[in-house]
């Protein structure tokens, strides 16, 4: 009767093929990693050709004119609004999110509610906006009326020829119109609609410790997604939307690109 002989791995054997697999991680882990944050950055760059479309169409239902967007002292915009806005034309609250965004109420509600001087979220239902009641109210960030919104809209856009409505009453919380038929803008395939929130360069959130720090590269590879008043969108790098970063003189930032106040280079 012959008897069977069964070999197993040495120890030596094991650790050579730990070694490998382990090599091997290290250099597969970072692609796949990247691999991910291409699709994320992708993604973005959808929602945003989407709310660039969504702009056309908004336009040519009112005069030309893009949907409302109120800020408190002529700053401190409240981009949700606008997404509030032009939600009808996406049907979608999830375009509005940026799938690297780490705020998941949203960047633009938490810049409004995570700032040294006051929450200055508008009640959705006040008529200067008249987007109907929140079942869900300010501890809910108005969740059911404004989308959770990660991106922002260019400031450059608005109007200011006294004719805002004050919120509440308030004098210094005020609506402009996102103008889009503007003799102001020189190339509106230059001239920017939206881009992330944070952008390239910010103080995020108004120097305080957040997520992303102080003066963040842009969410996606040191730079951010950018869609354009004609409905294209693509991918900046920060020192393309900042190449004048620390000077004051800043005319050729991305929010001047396209219009006549802008450095003749990027009109």
Request: hydrophobic share 35%; glycine share 8%.
């Amino acid at each position: 009767m012959k008897s069977s002989t069964r070999y197993g791995f040495t120890l030596i054997e094991l650790l050579v093929v730990i070694a490998i697999i382990a090599i091997l991680a290290a250099i597969l882990f970072p692609v796949f990693a990247k691999v991910r944050e291409k699709a994320r950055q992708t993604s973005c760059l959808s929602n945003q050709k989407q709310i660039g479309l969504a702009l056309l169409q908004y336009v040519e239902d009112y005069d030309e004119n893009g949907p409302l967007i109120s800020d408190l002292f002529g700053q401190n915009e409240e981009f949700y609004v606008v997404s509030a806005k032009l939600n009808p034309y996406v049907k979608s609250f999830a375009i509005f999110k940026c799938p690297d965004s780490a705020y998941p109420e949203g960047a633009s509600q938490y810049q409004a509610t995570q700032n040294p001087w006051t929450n200055w979220m508008s009640n959705p239902s006040d008529p200067c906006l008249d987007l109907g009641v929140s079942k869900v109210g300010a501890a809910g960030f108005y969740s059911d009326i404004y989308p959770a919104t990660d991106y922002r809209y260019n400031q450059s856009l608005k109007t200011y020829n006294g004719t805002g409505c004050s919120i509440g009453g308030n004098s210094n919380d005020t609506t402009h119109v996102l103008i889009y038929n503007s003799p102001n803008i020189t190339s509106y395939a230059k001239a920017v609609f939206v881009t992330d929130l944070p952008t390239s360069n910010d103080d995020w959130p108004f120097y305080l410790p957040g997520a992303q720090g102080t003066g963040p590269m842009g969410r996606h590879t040191n730079g951010s997604n950018v869609g354009f008043m004609d409905g294209h969108s693509k991918w900046c790098n920060s020192t393309v939307m900042y190449p004048q970063a620390g000077n004051t003189n800043n005319n050729r930032d991305w929010d001047y690109w396209g219009f006549t106040w802008g450095d003749p280079s990027v009109q």
